[in-house]
């Protein structure tokens, strides 16, 4: 998904005073793989304006939770938290997948000479139209939509080794990712639940802000 999903979050964080950075990883599934150097890339480029002793909390969002462990290592910038927001989990070592096998095998024939469509496009429309609040945002957030090569999928991710060296949290909305966020509270991580669906950011980016903040809030 594009930059405008998480554009009302981080309106609602600016003006608490938060200094935000959206990266666009819009162009990181063009040429030939690996692909994740260049989601690492795309993000540091993004925050070159930020000086490197500023401390950061990373938020991921869906399958950009896979990739974490590889910004978080690729970055100049101390890592004072990460926040995972209805997202997937890197595997405890990696590499990590970036879809399991029974998701390649649903998407496989989507693929037109190795393109697949959009990701709104693998779902029916009465699972796309509840993630929007209204007509104007389910149009900016499709038109922006990359479409990826099938390859991007089938992908591995690598886990660093000590990733994981500041407080983790989980922002779970709703199923399918109940389990994920089961697994992320024994991996002794912070968890909350704003019940929504895969999209509620986009229709309510004030509670989403909020539990952002207190997830991330440092401990007593």
């Not at 290592?73 to 995972?84: E, I, K, Q, R, T």
């Not at 693929?111 to 697949?116: I, K, Y």
């Amino acid at each position: 998904m594009g930059p405008s999903t998480w554009g009302p979050v981080a309106e609602q964080l600016a003006a608490a005073g938060h200094r935000v950075r959206v990266p666009s990883l819009l162009h990181v599934g063009e040429g030939d793989p690996p692909f994740w150097p260049r989601i690492v890339s795309a993000v540091r480029d993004d925050l070159g304006e930020i000086p490197t002793g500023q401390p950061l909390v990373l938020v991921a969002h869906s399958n950009a939770g896979l990739f974490l462990p590889s910004i978080r290592a690729g970055l100049d910038h101390p890592v004072a938290g990460s926040a995972f927001v209805d997202a997937a989990l890197p595997a405890r070592t990696g590499p990590t997948p970036v879809a399991p096998p029974e998701l390649l095998d649903f998407l496989r024939p989507m693929a037109v000479n190795g393109t697949l469509t959009r990701w709104t496009d693998w779902w029916d429309e009465d699972d796309i139209a509840p993630m929007f609040p209204d007509p104007q945002m389910r149009q900016k957030v499709l038109a922006e939509q990359p479409t990826l090569p099938l390859s991007y999928c089938e992908q591995r991710v690598p886990v660093p080794d000590g990733w994981d060296d500041h407080p983790c949290s989980y922002l779970l909305f709703g199923p399918p990712y109940d389990a994920v966020a089961s697994e992320a509270r024994e991996r002794g991580w912070r968890t909350a639940h704003l019940p929504g669906a895969h999209l509620h950011q986009i229709v309510d980016p004030v509670g989403t802000a909020r539990h952002l903040l207190e997830l991330t809030a440092p401990r007593a």
